[in-house]
T-cell receptor, first 110, second 114 residues
């Protein structure tokens, strides 16, 4: 079954500390993975796609097919990074659909 | 460029009633998808539409239906509402026929069934 697992419901770090939000997936095929972020009282928005291998707001994510992981990393957390982060897998089945993990709340304190 | 617009923002309905939610995608986006967000189940896929055709459907009962119009606007309908249908319903639009470019989400319609 296709599945996305985010093992941590809450991750609390201090400002300036490194951040790693974990994401593991189960998919029989070549996965397309995304990270979405939802800041307080804002809409869900795309943070980055693994295909584009970009860095957005200092965040990067590398696809590791051997470990079936797509962890989100940032070397130095900022207070404005506090938000809910969702890892998502694009499923192809006739059309397309995003399979979301349950999300991780990142709390960055000073 | 206007984002994805969902109306209404809030709805309160009684069990057994039906409800229609509306979504206007970003101009030029022809793919529209719907998701249900609840605290217990998280984000779950409902439907995907492209060029007025439903291309994909999630694992929801037949009480949940939708459609897309020629201007790409979409509606979803829930009939015979149940308490468990209380949720935030999100609409998302995408370039092309799928979500590989990433989806742009609306602010959602919060449905409360009493």
């Amino acid at each position: 079954a296709q599945r996305v697992t985010q093992p941590e419901k809450l991750l609390s770090v201090f400002k300036g500390a490194p951040v790693e939000l974990k994401c593991n997936y189960s998919y029989s095929g070549s996965p397309e993975l995304f990270w979405y972020v939802q800041y307080s009282r804002q809409r869900l928005q795309l943070l980055l796609r693994h295909i584009s291998r970009e860095s957005i707001k200092g965040f990067t994510a590398d696809l590791n097919k051997g470990e079936t992981s797509f962890h989100l990393k940032k070397p130095f957390a900022q207070e404005e990074d506090s938000a809910m982060y969702y890892c998502a897998l694009l499923q192809y089945q006739a059309g397309t659909a995003l399979i979301f993990g349950k999300g991780t709340t990142l709390s960055v304190s000073s | 460029k206007a984002g994805v617009t969902q109306t209404p923002r809030y709805l309160i309905k009684t069990r057994g009633q039906q409800v229609t939610l509306s979504c206007s995608p970003i101009s030029g986006h022809r793919s529209v998808s719907w998701y249900q967000q609840t605290p217990g189940q998280g984000l779950q896929f409902l439907f995907e539409y492209f060029s007025e055709t439903q291309r994909n459907k999630g694992n929801f009962p037949g009480r949940f239906s939708g459609r897309q119009f020629s201007n790409s606007r979409s509606e979803m309908n829930v009939s015979t509402l149940e308490l468990g249908d209380s949720a935030l319903y999100l609409c998302a639009s995408s370039q092309g026929q799928g979500g590989n470019y990433g989806y742009t989400f609306g602010s959602g319609t919060r449905l409360t069934v009493v």
